[in-house]
């Protein structure tokens, strides 16, 4: 698959994904609660995909990266 359209599938997922977390929200979920059964939702299929032990190598990168600001939305207004 090209680089172009694997982002291109990417960006699609991610739109989809935030619809389906609108429409939870609109729904009278909280917040906290969706973003742990996503993250639930996610990990089961990883280790699906990927075994226990790919899946826990992974999530021990994800400190490093949190603090580097990799899932930090930033408005392009603020510095």
């Known amino acids: 698959m090209a680089e172009s359209e694997d982002e ?12 389906a977390w609108d429409k939870a929200l609109g ?6 609660v969706l973003a742990s059964v996503a993250i639930y939702a996610a990990l089961v ?24 600001g990799e899932f930090t939305l930033r408005d392009e207004e603020t510095p």
Do not use: Q
């Open 27 to 32: 729904e009278g979920v909280e917040a906290e």
């Open 45 to 68: 299929d990883m280790v699906d995909r990927f075994g226990e032990e790919g899946v826990a190598d992974f999530c021990a990168t994800l400190p490093e990266r949190v603090r580097n």
């Open 8 to 19: 291109d599938l990417k960006g699609r997922a991610l739109e989809l994904i935030l619809d």
